[in-house]
């Protein structure tokens, strides 16, 4: 994936750290073997060489993964595509390695005839996807939060009652930390120095979670600067630019990591009132951090808001 992860976890008896360790890589490997885009034998990178017209047979994780991703594609009209590899490869971002400059408006036309996640279509009863001929998927918006669950589920099974879970930034936790506190984490500045912040200046805040995941998605690492202009990762699959709005990060909190992690892209393409619009109907919990004159500006989505007011409420001292 490209990326580092760690857990803090409370060790239920019986196990070694390093079997856990082992556990919890083999959990990662099956996601990054599945649905890699740099992997040409990954299962993902074979769907997307397949023959037009074929139906291809995924592994349960894949399909589990797909099958959202579509879903989250559907009802966002298509700010969120699965099927956007061909325009994140031509500007730069993707597996090919290509020059980071702005192409031609042709190549962007070329490259928006081969995605539309409508065109790809799937059979439960047999676990099939169908590959219409051209499509390149890249779940590297959701295949990350689910790796992050997938390791959660391991420790479940392991029989670990307490666990803090991250991977590339996405975080889930389960129960409370030795001492009853929640699993607390912090949510980075846009312009915080790049890896872990360490200093409080450099968070946007600091949240409790509890039996919760959090995904962060930033136009602030995948970027580059052409002739005075910036683009980010974030492709608009409608247009097939980069968003040029001013959404900074977008932090989601939901049940579960796969839930949450596409969600951020899909904001972030939506801009601040649509994505805000989308938050509120849908009833997500989201906290946008938006680029203005003046700074940075946070908007809170009333779900979001009600997460932070409990939190604060138990971190604060009862009162005598």
């Known amino acids: 994936m490209g990326t580092t992860w760690s857990v803090r976890v409370v060790p239920p008896a019986g196990i070694s750290p390093g079997e856990l360790q082992r556990g919890i890589q083999a959990e990662l490997d099956k996601v990054d073997g599945q649905m890699s885009t740099y992997k040409p034998q990954s299962a993902l990178s074979r ?10 047979v995924l592994p349960p994780e894949f399909f589990a993964v797909l099958r959202y991703a579509l879903e989250v594609a559907r009802d966002s009209g298509g700010a969120y595509d699965p099927t956007v590899g061909p325009l994140v490869n031509l500007w730069g971002f993707g597996p090919d390695r290509r020059p980071r400059e702005p192409p031609s408006a ?12 409508a065109k790809v279509k799937l059979d439960p009863a047999t676990r099939r996807a169908y590959q219409p001929g051209g499509i390149t998927l890249d779940l590297s918006a ?5 790796g992050v669950d997938q390791v959660g589920r391991y420790l479940d099974r392991a029989g670990a009652a307490a666990w803090l879970v991250e991977v590339g930034g996405e975080l889930k936790a389960r129960g409370r930390k030795p001492d009853g506190s929640p699993w607390r984490v912090g949510i980075e500045r846009p312009d915080a120095a790049d890896g872990a912040p360490d ?4 968070l946007v805040d600091v949240i409790g979670l509890r039996d919760q995941a959090i995904a962060t998605s930033g136009d602030y690492r995948h970027v580059y600067e052409d002739h005075g202009r910036y683009y980010s990762h974030h492709i608009d699959p409608r247009s097939g630019w980069p968003v040029p709005h001013e959404v900074a990060s977008v932090s989601v909190l939901a049940a579960d990591c796969m839930t949450a992690d596409p969600l951020g892209t899909t904001l972030s393409v939506l801009g601040p009132e649509r994505g805000m619009a989308y938050a509120r109907r849908h009833g997500l919990a989201v906290l946008l951090v938006l680029r203005t004159a003046k700074g940075f500006v946070q908007r809170m989505s009333p779900a979001f808001a009600a997460a932070v007011a409990a939190d604060r409420q138990e971190a604060a001292p009862s009162l005598p």
């Open 199 to 202: 200093r409080a200046d450099e």
């Open 47 to 56: 769907y997307n060489r397949a023959a037009a017209g074929s139906w291809q």
């Open 106 to 117: 042709e190549a962007i036309a070329q490259a928006r005839a081969r995605i539309g996640w």
């Open 142 to 146: 959701v295949a990350k939060g689910y």
